[in-house]
């Protein structure tokens, strides 16, 4: 398959169908189906913010998808021709509102065409069966809320499918959504049991609409399944009174997330269960039986296609533990595997192997008498198989004992990391209810006992020693072992611009991404180390440049495939896709838990469940290393809600930390070779992530033995890796001592200038920062660099010079053409030329400002030379004072040059643009402030 055709089959993988009554789907070809709602045209094909900012050189919405199946000569239903032309008409008045392209503007939804009774009515006069499709979004900066709009229907869209549903018996709900959402009126009286089927097709992408229509006329048969728990009311999740809060958010729910907490206290609060999705045809699960044998058990079941269509089914395992002293949930997913496409009456026998630890409990509290470590109490465990985590039955043992545990004992002994300090009380499983539930109770969060100035002190490296030598990165590259005689020789100001990223639109490094890293100054240039390139992800490649590249189907998709070797082929695209373009990181996947079903970043994460996750994640990091190309996973940890997700503090017991939210992380890690981490914006029990060193030291490292590189999501904030409290963006030191390596991002060409003003130097003097610390940092990210494309390919040129030449040769009459040197403009409403009279290397340079105070709404001015766009400015706000940047390095040949503005991402004003040959910097010499200065004086004089 090519890369499109592998995007399309995952689109449809990931599709889940909840309902289908009545041969409702798929529809066949003496079918008419009249199509109702705007996203048959505006399709969303992935959420808002750096997720999802991927330019696409094509998308297919459901009409386009529907003409290609036909063009495919596919068996398709009609469509009510018009009624699909009422809406092409409709939607030329009522256009697409993206919030005017502005960070985190889009609304969660667009205005929907409210439906007369005619429409309808001549509708179900031509067609037999109805779609409805309900549109929604969210994103980075922008979580969901329990309103119309977002979580739930609109007046608009009640009404209209309550007039769908009084012409037409047969309707399809389709969810085109970044989220679950609200489905609790799908069986109200006034729908009149004609809402006959219902699936989430999520945001599938570019092809997500192919995909679509793939599922919905049988070419693909659905085979999906939810990641998440659909409950009746937002209100029946334990984590939504502990959700939305401004400045700390209490996990009183602890391990109990998803399906966890619904199989353990309240079943009858479930819709539609984790796990659950149906197909077209039919299957039959039988000569289940479970085997424990070197620390493993295995699972063994047949599954058997009883229907009357070629499908796939997915096999999940879950296991109920005793509930000891520590308490458990009633259902943990410890293992699944997906059938290949099975035709009707044929059968494959599956093996569903799993370690012990896939069900341990970690005690945080020393209640069982293994204090911090992960344990097996003792009692009789029993597993379960099924489609999803309610309908699943008890296995037998092949040995006809079940697997008991005579006494309690430690699987892994380890030490207290990331409890918390604050006092709290969490839930736990109580009484067995009659119904055979168990009640709630609340016991206290066991509180930290760690003096991490201790830890820091006891693990503190030693200093690498200065020793000459002549040592080049590429001598590293060639072997490793050389690093520390490599690093010995490097000045303080060197391993400072290591630890320095800088972006946004390096021109280091390919155009457009979001940072670069390493050799970054001409001094480590010279030493042959390369500047490595990020892209924003995990959906696609962000090129804010005019280049196009592939969207994937977002994450939540992906995972409702259950098919992890399905993800690892879809990121295999992505991987030879960075290769194409020389970048070498890709700042995804995510991993986070999807605690609430509020979180807008939701769609870049996976699952309820830490283990679909993980498996989801390490699937993605293999995947891209087909390519030799590195994924990021991110956001870690306990990035749960964008509502002030840069200050909140995520307050969570130590349990909860390490069997739910760090175990996606720890999985990618030991079973995908995870090579890059980013840390989160929030607080984790009142310190920083991207200084918190039990996190990113005790933990990462030290546990899991992670060597790769540590960057902080970008323009982080720190706080004292030891004592907490205030934080903000100069703390260097405080992330460095954590051992988060690199901060992301400083100002363009500043990295060796001392970045905006971190304390980095200042910490060195007065010793709050060892140079042995500092060294860790820049070495993690050395041996990095060793294993990216930059590494591997010949040293590319420090600053990646353009060469361009004009072939203009006049002006339009009236165009402000500007000649001399230096050559500035000031007004750049309009298109402005310069004369460039004497070839050779120019900077351009210009100040530009940005009101609002939102530090992390990311505006982006490209600027066009000749129609092309050869340079940028990027910044998230200047509080509305003027600031410089350099936006490009370019080799111009003499000609007229044509030079306008385009605002891919809007907010910024350009004040002044200008090219500047000497390699002195107007910045550095003040040049903007003193013709300010000069133009003021002229003013005055006219």
């Known amino acids: 398959m090519d890369k499109f055709e592998i995007l399309r089959k995952a689109a449809a993988q990931g599709i889940v169908l909840l309902r289908n009554q009545n041969d409702t789907l798929p529809f066949t070809q003496s079918d008419n189906v009249a199509v109702f709602g705007r996203c048959q045209v505006d399709y969303y094909k992935s959420g808002t913010g750096s997720g999802g900012s991927v330019h696409v050189p094509f998308s297919i919405n459901f009409i386009e998808g529907m003409n290609n199946l036909k063009k495919e000569n596919f068996a398709v239903p009609s469509l009510n021709e018009e009624l699909v032309k009422i809406y092409s008409e409709w939607l030329k008045e009522h256009p697409f509102d993206a919030g005017q392209g502005a960070w985190a503007s889009e609304p969660w939804s667009q205005v929907e065409m409210a439906l007369g009774e005619e429409i309808v009515k001549n509708a179900s006069a031509k067609s037999n069966k109805a779609v409805f499709i309900v549109g929604r979004t969210a994103g980075e900066d922008q979580d969901n809320k329990a309103e119309p709009g977002s979580f739930l229907l609109t007046e608009t869209e009640r009404k209209n499918i309550e007039l769908i549903c009084s012409y037409f018996e047969k309707v399809a709900i389709i969810f085109n959504t ?59 999740y334990p984590s939504s009174k502990n959700f939305g809060h401004k400045d700390f958010l209490l996990y009183e729910e602890d391990i109990y997330v998803g399906y966890r907490y619904f199989t353990t206290f309240a079943k009858n609060k479930i819709q539609f269960p984790f796990g659950f999705g149906l197909s077209y045809t039919s299957f039959e699960l039988s000569d289940e039986s479970y085997t424990f044998s070197n620390s493993a058990i295995s699972v063994r079941a047949k599954v058997t296609n009883t229907g009357s269509k070629n499908g796939r089914e997915v096999v999940q395992v879950y296991a109920e533990c005793p509930q000891g002293k520590l308490g ?67 296995v037998q043992s092949a040995d006809s004992e079940p697997f008991t545990v005579k006494k309690t004992y430690a699987l892994e002994t380890l030490s207290q990391c990331c409890a918390p300090s604050r006092e709290f009380t969490r839930i736990r499983p109580g009484k067995l209810g009659s119904d055979g539930l168990y009640i709630e109770e609340k016991e206290p969060v066991p509180l930290s006992k760690v003096d991490i100035a201790q830890k820091i002190k006891e693990n503190a490296p030693a200093e690498i020693p200065f020793k000459k030598t002549s040592i080049t990165f590429t001598d590293v590259i060639a072997d490793k072992s050389r690093i520390d005689e490599f690093i010995g020789n490097l000045s303080d100001n060197e391993l400072m611009t290591l630890v320095r990223g800088e972006g946004m639109m390096s021109r280091k490094v390919t155009a457009g991404i979001a940072s670069a890293f390493g050799g970054l100054s001409d001094e480590l240039h010279a030493r042959n180390i390369p500047a490595v390139g990020c892209s924003d992800g995990p959906s696609g490649i962000r090129m804010d440049n005019g280049t196009k590249a592939i969207l994937l189907p977002i994450g939540t998709s992906l995972a409702s495939s259950w098919d992890s070797e399905l993800v690892e082929d879809v990121y295999g695209v992505l991987g030879n896709e960075l290769k194409e373009n020389k970048i070498d990181v890709l700042l995804g996947p995510g991993c986070n838990i999807h605690r609430n079903p509020l979180n807008g970043r939701n769609f870049e994460y996976y699952s309820e469940d830490p283990l679909v996750s993980g498996i989801m994640a390490a699937a993605a990091c293999k995947g891209l290393a087909r390519a030799g190309a590195i994924g990021t996973i991110k956001h870690f940890a306990l990035n749960n809600q964008e509502k002030n997700r840069r200050n909140v503090d995520s307050v969570a017991s130590e349990r909860a930390i390490r069997e739910i939210y760090l175990k996606p992380f720890e999985i990618a890690i030991k079973e995908g070779n995870a090579r890059s981490l980013m840390t989160a914006y929030n607080t984790v029990n009142g310190f920083k992530a991207a200084s918190y060193y039990d996190l990113n030291t005790s933990i990462l490292r030290g546990e899991w033995g992670f060597s790769g590189v540590v960057m902080t999501d970008w323009w982080a904030t720190m706080n004292d890796c030891i004592k907490g409290g205030k934080s903000d963006g100069l703390q260097f030191s405080e992330m460095l001592k954590a051992r988060n390596d690199l901060y992301m991002v400083c100002v363009n060409d500043t990295a060796d200038k001392g970045g905006f003003g971190d304390n980095m130097e200042e910490s060195l003097k007065n010793g709050n920062l060892s140079k042995a610390q500092l060294q860790l940092c820049a070495k993690d990210i050395l041996l990095f660099i060793t294993e990216t494309f930059a590494a591997k390919a010949p040293l590319r040129p420090l600053r990646n010079e353009v060469f361009v030449e004009s072939n203009i040769t006049s002006v339009p009459e009236g165009a402000n053409l500007i000649s001399g040197r230096p050559a500035f403009a000031k007004d750049l409403v309009e298109p402005v030329y310069f004369n460039i009279e004497k070839g050779g290397e120019y900077r351009i340079y210009g100040s530009f ?23 940028s400015f990027e910044c998230r706000s200047t509080g509305g004072k003027k600031s410089f940047a350099v936006a490009a390095f370019l080799n111009l040949k003499p000609g007229i040059y044509k030079v306008e503005l385009e605002h891919t991402k809007p907010g910024i004003e350009v004040m002044e643009l200008g090219f500047w040959q000497d390699m002195e910097s107007p910045i550095t010499t003040g040049f903007f402030e003193k013709l300010e200065k000069e133009m003021e004086e002229r003013d005055k004089n006219k």
Request: contains cysteine.
């Open 849 to 871: 400002r940005k009101d609002g105070g939102d530090t992390l709404s990311q505006s982006i001015t490209n600027v066009l030379i000749n129609g092309k766009p050869l340079g």
């Open 178 to 236: 970044s989220n679950i959402m609200d489905l609790s009126w799908i069986d109200d009286p006034a729908f009149k049991s004609h809402i006959t089927s219902v699936l989430f097709s999520w945001q599938g992408g570019m092809m997500g609409g192919q995909g679509l229509c793939d599922v919905l006329c049988g070419k693909e048969n659905p085979s999906g399944k939810l990641p998440d728990s659909i409950a009746y009311k937002i209100e029946d």
């Open 328 to 394: 458990k949930s009633s259902r943990v997913l410890c293992g699944f595997a997906k059938t290949k496409e099975l035709a009707p009456k044929e059968s494959q026998e599956l093996q569903i192997s799993f370690p012990l630890s896939r069900f341990t409990s970690y005690d945080d509290s020393g209640v069982t008498g293994f204090a911090y470590s992960y344990v097996l109490e003792e009692g009789e465990y029993n597993f379960y198989t099924g489609t999803d985590c309610i309908s699943c039955k008890k």
